[in-house]
């Protein structure tokens, strides 16, 4: 016999109680109350396989999201990083928020305060 058998845990009483494995796994499951013999209420308050693996794989997608998350952090501080000029004379760019605009006014700060030379500037193709 392969039936589960507990004690019942209220005190005093003791008294055993068998599930059969399939109502077992059903009340693991479920956490559906049931009673022992006297009548005492009990459940199984443990996880089951089931959340036990829906737990793990809530974990894994917090993980990555975590992630995700740190790397949006990086990449927000590296743009926060290329607003300020590399020249240390105070400028800030503001009030465009794309790392090309960025870049785009910075270069014309550059050229325009520090008499910089545009070397790397992308090159924009005249449109047809
Ligand atoms: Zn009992
Ligand atoms: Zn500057």
Redesign the pocket.
């Known amino acids: 016999m392969n039936h589960y058998e507990c004690a019942c845990p209220t005190p005093g009483c003791g008294h055993i109680v068998c599930l059969p494995p399939q109502l077992e796994e059903r009340l693991r499951r479920t956490h559906e109350t049931f009673f022992c013999p006297a009548g005492h209420k009990m459940w199984f308050h443990g996880k089951s396989d089931l959340e036990k693996s829906r737990d793990s794989w809530r974990r894994q997608a917090q993980d990555a999201w975590n992630r995700i998350r740190g790397l949006h952090q990086l990449l927000d501080s590296a743009r926060e990083g290329s607003r300020h000029?590399?020249?240390?004379?105070?400028?800030r760019v503001a009030r465009v928020w794309t790392q090309e605009a960025i870049r785009e006014r910075m270069a014309g700060?550059?050229v325009d305060?520090?008499g910089a030379a545009v070397i790397d500037a992308p090159h924009v193709a005249d449109a047809a």
Request: charged share 10%.
């Open positions: 000029c590399p020249l240390e004379c105070g400028y700060h550059l305060v520090h």
